[in-house]
């Protein structure tokens, strides 16, 4: 795994938005916040395009990340905002500039797409963590998490006991994201590899039995069985039918994974919630689930 080099005062980071739109009220927090560590920001020029509920059509949000990914004055790539519209300019980007200078590619939800084809076709961590409109909202113990990281630490989080974890150990790279759109990438170029590894999963606004239906196929595709741990973290505002599914989204997940036999923790402080901690994906991790869940992420190659 390739990990792009730490940040360090002076540097410039890149607003971008590759799903849906925003306004300059809504990126100013962030930008301020990135200014008061020390950090330049340089927003794309389409990045307040607008077109239906898209940043612009998807040839200027690929214009836009095409530019963050190949100047190489920029260093880390935040991205603007989640929802949908990543997977539409995903195969229109050229990373080859990109191979060569990685620089960390920052969000979650919609941007699971961009984490797992980076981790996919070249190899490279990239940062889960809130986007530039989710930043006001975020604690300030969060915001140092990500700053710390950035800068060249790694992470360590904690998580309080659960009663559905199954207690143990696991070591090896964490990968995942959000759970309906790595469904959604299932058999594409966009896909990731589990076996060996500790997957995370989160999501947000989903019917249970959607989640039932993706974990059967997470399943059926072979990504359950070879897993080295798995790390649940917010499943948030789930809903039903009127006819009651009969589980929360947690009990579904737990039943998927009942016949292995690797560590699972439960809701882990990351995902669609105010305290979204940051994690490496791609990084290598250790997983400890015992009275209190630990989860340590390295920002740097195995060790």
């Not at 340089?42 to 200027?60: H, I, P, R, T, V």
């Not at 989710?134 to 630490?153: E, Y």
């Amino acid at each position: 795994m390739i990990f792009p080099p730490p940040l360090v005062a002076g540097d410039t980071v890149a607003i971008v938005a590759t799903a849906r739109k925003v306004s300059r009220d809504e990126m100013a927090p962030a930008i301020g916040i990135l200014q008061q560590w020390g950090l330049q920001v340089a927003e794309g020029k389409n990045l307040y395009a607008d077109k239906n509920q898209f940043a612009g059509d998807d040839s200027l949000r690929a214009e836009d990340f095409q530019w963050a990914l190949d100047n190489p004055k920029i260093k880390a790539v935040l991205f603007a905002r989640g929802g949908y519209g990543s997977v539409r300019i995903i195969d229109r980007i050229n990373f080859s500039e990109f191979k060569i200078n990685p620089k960390w590619l920052i969000g979650f939800s919609d941007i699971t797409t961009i984490h797992s084809h980076v981790h996919n076709q070249l190899n490279v961590a990239t940062l889960h963590a809130p986007m530039a409109i989710n930043f006001p909202k975020t604690p300030d113990a969060v915001l140092k998490q990500i700053k710390d990281f950035l800068f060249g630490n790694s992470i360590v989080l904690n998580a309080q006991a659960h009663l559905l974890n199954r207690m143990g150990n696991a070591k090896g790279q964490l990968v995942g994201g959000n759970l309906s759109i790595l469904y959604s990438l299932t058999a594409s170029a966009s896909d990731i590899d589990t076996k060996g590894k500790i997957l995370f999963l989160e999501d947000l606004d989903e019917y249970l039995y959607h989640i039932d239906r993706m974990m059967m196929q997470l399943k059926r595709c072979g990504k359950l069985h070879s897993l080295a741990g798995l790390v649940v973290g917010a499943m948030s505002d789930m809903k039903d039918n009127t006819i009651p599914f009969g589980k929360t989204a947690e009990e579904i997940i737990a039943e998927h994974v009942s016949e292995y036999d690797f560590p699972v923790c439960f809701n882990f402080p990351a995902g669609h919630i105010t305290e979204n901690n940051p994690l490496a994906l791609g990084g290598y991790a250790k997983l400890i689930v015992a009275n209190k869940v630990s989860l340590k992420v390295n920002n740097k190659a195995l060790s």
